[in-house]
């Protein structure tokens, strides 16, 4: 006689094993609810992405010209000012508007994944601009020299590579059309003082700057709070044909320190 002691012993491991995983094996998602978990994963990790690291903007006039036109798509990444970081002289910045900068300034065509980028986060709402950082904390922007250059701690910049002029004799006709020399800051801490690539067509830091003529203007108005600017635009992505990646111009390497 077999004990039960001895029938237990004397059975196949492998097949029970294989018994134990065919009765405890799930069954597959159907293929709807897989798609809609999927399709969460995706929107958290692209809100994720949108907050913490890259975000699309849209250019909508003309003042980053020739370098960004309208109707480009840009991508603004937010690392290098974590910790404590602000942005640097010559970076390509977006920012929020400090309050009347955005005056005539078209909107984006809302196209239908615009509105449902937009209602998921993943698209900026608001007013928003983008302009390049000319001068940052301590710093004395001039206009100009002999040859119309910009002057930042006495150091003439070489824009010709990326400044737009369109007529005018100098690179900073807003104030007062190159009629007049102008000096700006020093620029105070926390703020920075910025200019779109073209001159002229341009409502940037140097546009809203007093001038003599005005009596209601409130002085520092011209700077930028610089925990207002939302990124730094490291590449132009769409059209295709102008796929370009934005660095900072070399020529912001040789201005000097402002002195304190």
């Known amino acids: ?18 018994s134990s995983h065919s009765r405890h094996k799930r069954k597959p998602l159907p ?18 992405v949108k907050t913490f690291f890259i975000q699309a ?27 404590g970081g602000e ?4 970076d390509v910045v977006v920012f929020e508007d400090p309050g009347g900068w955005l005056s005539g300034v078209g ?9 449902v980028m ?11 601009l983008v302009k390049r950082v000319i001068g940052v904390a301590g710093d004395t922007i001039e206009c100009c020299d002999d040859q119309g ?20 004799t100098c690179n900073g006709p807003m104030v007062n059309g190159c009629d007049k020399d102008w000096t700006a800051g020093p620029v105070p801490d926390g703020h920075v003082f910025v200019m779109g690539d073209n001159r002229a067509r341009s ?6 700057m007093c001038t003599d003529r005005e009596t209601d203007c409130v002085p520092g108005d011209e700077f930028v709070r610089a925990d207002s600017v939302v990124g730094k635009v490291f590449v132009l992505l769409w059209p295709a044909d102008r796929f370009t990646w934005k660095t900072r111009p070399e020529t912001f390497e040789d201005v000097p320190d402002a002195k304190s």
Not at 203 to 208: G, P, W
């Open 1 to 18: 006689m077999t004990s039960d002691d001895d029938r237990v012993s004397s059975a196949d491991p492998t097949e029970e094993a294989r």
């Open 31 to 48: 293929l709807w609810q897989e798609t809609i978990l999927l399709l969460g994963v995706a929107l958290v990790l692209a809100l994720v």
């Open 57 to 83: 903007f849209y250019i909508p006039s003309e003042s980053m010209e020739p370098g960004l036109v309208v109707d480009d798509r840009i991508l603004v990444q937010k690392v290098s000012y974590w910790g």
């Open 87 to 90: 942005p640097e002289r010559g």
């Open 107 to 115: 909107a984006e065509p809302a196209t239908p994944m615009i509105k």
């Open 118 to 128: 937009t209602k998921l986060g993943l698209y900026p709402t608001g007013g928003h």
């Open 149 to 168: 250059r910009l002057l930042v701690n006495g150091e003439p910049l070489d824009e010709d590579d990326y400044v737009q002029r369109a007529g005018v």
């Open 203 to 208: 409502a940037d830091s140097s546009e809203h």
